[in-house]
């Protein structure tokens, strides 16, 4: 008796064309909550497609257009990194803009609404579901819930390689094996761990044999911080919570992390003080409203330790 392989049957996850502005406009703003979206004709002929394939945890798509268009784009729930292989592109505009170069991979802006302007061309995307991107990043990071790159530093070449070859090794599982394989579902992973080599994750690496038994409690006591960095916390509180001495936490700490208990406290907290700054408005919240939500009552030294820590002012996330 032989056995027949047969190729599974993709079909799009997406799929829209057309030749007319305002359909072009209905068709794609949904998919990036867009609110104020312009496009309009560079000549008489005037066309768009965009095209993707894959799932809710990863999705690879074609984006084409010859015209050109204006907007904002706000991703929730993903991270999506795009490049142009054709035409002009730019994003964040007015903050931390880039403007695209061809074949560069670029990050969208993370959990933030930003400007984005294009002109005949020609845009693959990938987007990678907010869960499976921390999900692979607690293979490498002690990963508190936040999800923050370093935009301002371009990929180098070895890294823009690695990334185009686990896309395109995705693409060909996903075709030929499916989207319920464990290839698929493998290769989503490969490419989620290919993005930390494009743009640097704003996290802590995991400490040398962070994973080992004997690191269980350790384990414990940086989980309970990650889930209660909102509370009032003591150290009592944290070594009871991973059923260690206070001197223990504290020994176990310096050990593994170089460094106390509220002090990796007080770092948890900046990371989610400068998340909250990424994604408000200076018509919705104050910088000392989001300092004194994260137990930074001084206003100089939180500005201080902000700057080291993400290269700008907290003012500066805040208004851009």
């Not at 743009?199 to 269980?216: C, K, M, S, T, W």
């Not at 948890?268 to 930074?296: I, K, N, T, Y």
Request: net charge negative; charged share 30%.
């Amino acid at each position: 008796m032989s056995i027949t392989a047969t190729t599974p049957r993709v079909s799009p996850l997406v799929s829209v064309a057309g030749a007319d502005t305002d359909t072009a406009i209905n068709d794609l703003a949904g998919m990036y909550a867009g609110r104020t979206w312009y496009s309009s004709h560079i000549d008489e002929d005037y066309w768009y497609r965009y095209v993707g394939i894959g799932d809710e945890q990863m999705s690879v798509r074609r984006s084409q257009m010859h015209g050109y268009l204006r907007g904002d784009v706000a991703v929730e729930g993903e991270v999506v990194v795009q490049w142009i292989d054709s035409g002009s592109a730019s994003v964040d505009i007015g903050r931390d803009e880039v403007r695209m170069q061809h074949g560069v991979p670029t990050l969208f802006p993370v959990e933030q609404r930003f400007e984005m302007e294009y002109r005949d061309w020609d845009q693959r995307l990938v987007h990678l579901r907010r869960d499976l991107v921390l999900d692979v990043a607690a293979e490498q990071f002690l990963v508190d819930g936040s999800l923050a790159f370093d935009r301002r530093t371009p990929p180098t070449r070895e890294a823009t390689d690695h990334w185009r070859l686990a896309v395109a090794t995705a693409l060909r599982s996903f075709r030929s094996e499916g989207p319920e394989s464990l290839a698929w579902h493998e290769a989503q992973r490969d490419v989620a761990r290919s993005l930390f080599g494009l743009y640097r994750f704003q996290a802590e690496p995991l400490p040398q044999g962070y994973g080992e038994r004997r690191n269980v409690r350790l384990r414990a006591a940086v989980e309970h911080i990650h889930e209660h960095a909102h509370e009032p916390l003591t150290v009592t509180e944290i070594a009871r919570a991973a059923d260690l001495s206070v001197r223990g936490l504290q020994e176990s700490f310096q050990r593994s992390l170089e460094r106390t208990p509220m002090e990796y406290l007080r770092e948890v907290r900046l990371r989610r003080a400068h998340l909250d700054l990424q994604r408000s408005s200076p018509a919705e919240v104050s910088v000392a409203c989001v300092a004194a939500r994260w137990g930074f009552g001084h206003m100089g030294r939180f500005s201080g330790e902000y700057l080291r820590r993400f290269g700008e002012y907290p003012k500066q996330t805040l208004r851009r």
